[in-house]
């Protein structure tokens, strides 16, 4: 299989109830902008890790994929203020997890 994307929805002056769907296994992937965050909800009994890999380097050294902990039950919000660290050579930021059984994710426009 491979990854699936994500659209973004957008966050309106009237508000937004995001729409979530399942995490894939493989992967998800989205394209990167300003002002867009990534928000996971585990509904699962464990803790989960979401990774964002960087394909990139400062001065020849490899940039550490960022890890972010979702406790079981939680519902968390990712930006990334340094987006350009995560964009992949498609333009895309790739999310990878854990675990994702009972993990629903959505990517949103904060305007």
């Given at each position: 299989m491979a990854r699936t994307a994500i659209t973004p929805?957008?966050?309106?002056?009237?508000?937004?109830?995001?729409?979530f769907e399942p995490a894939n296994v493989d992967g998800n992937s989205f394209?990167?902008?300003?002002?867009?965050?990534?928000?996971i909800k585990n509904g699962s009994g464990v803790s989960i890790n979401v990774t964002l890999p960087t394909p990139g380097t400062v001065d020849g050294l490899a940039i550490a994929d960022r890890v972010v902990a979702v406790p079981a039950g939680a519902d968390m919000l990712i930006g990334l203020s340094r987006g350009d660290a995560y964009r992949q050579t498609d333009g895309s930021v790739y999310v990878d997890y854990s675990a994702v059984a009972s993990v629903t994710v959505a990517v949103l426009d904060i305007p």
């Open positions: 929805q957008v966050a309106t002056p009237a508000g937004l109830t995001p729409a394209v990167l902008r300003q002002a867009r965050a990534l928000r």
